[in-house]
């Protein structure tokens, strides 16, 4: 364990026991006049901490904030990172009142929830899959945000299939998405295609699919190359197919720790322009989205899903949009 570890570890583990509830129970939904009689709680998050961990869920006309705990996946020892995509009813705190930050520490004010209404947040986004999950605040060192090398990931030795656990659902829901279009040979591209498993599981769901896939990683390229049909060596930022030629662009990248906010700006931009008419552009990832569902619509497509059902009571951001 790292010295680093060793100091945020006990308190995250602290808080998992205090704040986490199991997903079985009651299930209620709330309303925010009486909840906002409840008074108010802060919860202070040190920016060398996890401020990329609050996150806030409009629910009727009330805005819920949380933050995520960790991942049973990472305690399980399934995956590298202490947190997954999946958002649970103990990461979600209450009726937001306020977020106020200073040079340490982001403060939010919220009125609190019952354990009820807490899982009854996490129902609603699992039946409105619009509801949009946001992560507002980014993890910044002294030398800015984290993100990949410049030459891209290696590949974990003697492990390269490590890199693909805790995505089952992600796949799951991506492959459910790829077999339910029109086409039966569609083309699905993936810019980041780290190892290849993504499409290859793509490939085994639909395999009339036409799997495309470049990865910064020559390393990352050269595995993937047994696994996809078509495979290069190449930037995200200058994608390999013409626009308008892919039915489904799957943005994997576009997340904290991997690129920065303004770079996963820009990737947005040009990548959906590679999206056919009615094809799709889906975004999600193991970390927070770094763009919000305003801002994919703003690059010319129709927003249809936001977010999806993680089962065992979780919900996780999977956003979707198609090109008219």
Request: aromatic residues 8%; contains cysteine.
């Amino acid at each position: 364990m790292s010295s680093a570890e060793a100091e945020w570890l006990p308190v995250e583990k602290d808080l998992l026991a205090a704040a986490d509830i199991p997903a079985a129970g009651p299930v209620s939904a709330f309303r925010g006049s009486v909840v906002r009689d409840r008074g108010r709680r802060a919860w202070t998050e040190p920016l060398d901490r996890f401020p990329q961990n609050l996150f806030t869920v409009r629910v009727g006309g009330d805005v819920v904030v949380g933050r995520k705990l960790l991942s049973p996946l990472w305690q399980q020892g399934l995956i590298a990172e202490p947190y997954c995509s999946r958002v649970r009813a103990g990461h979600v705190l209450g009726v937001l009142d306020t977020f106020r930050s200073d040079s340490r520490a982001v403060s939010v004010f919220f009125h609190p929830f019952t354990e009820a209404e807490r899982r009854g947040v996490i129902d609603v986004i699992a039946r409105r899959p619009g509801t949009e999950i946001v992560f507002p605040f980014s993890k910044v060192y002294p030398e800015g945000e984290m993100l990949s090398p410049p030459q891209g990931w290696s590949l974990p030795a003697g492990r390269p299939d490590s890199l693909a656990r805790g995505e089952e659902l992600l796949r799951e829901v991506s492959v459910g998405l790829v077999a339910g279009g029109s086409r039966p040979d569609p083309v699905v591209f993936d810019p980041a295609c780290s190892t290849g498993d993504f499409l290859a599981a793509v490939k085994r769901g639909v395999p009339g699919a036409r799997t495309i896939g470049q990865d910064l990683s020559a390393e990352m390229a050269g595995h993937a190359a047994s696994r996809v049909d078509e495979v290069h060596h190449a930037d995200a930022a200058f994608p390999v197919l013409a626009d308008g030629t892919a039915d489904f662009v799957f943005c994997r990248f576009l997340n904290a720790e991997v690129v920065t906010t303004l770079q996963a700006r820009r990737h947005l931009a040009r990548l959906s322009r590679v999206v056919a008419p009615g094809g799709v552009l889906v975004v999600f990832g193991h970390t927070p989205v770094l763009v919000t569902g305003a801002e994919i619509a703003a690059s010319g497509l129709s927003l249809e899903t936001c977010s999806a059902s993680g089962g065992e009571g979780s919900v996780f951001q999977f956003y979707s949009a198609r090109r008219a």
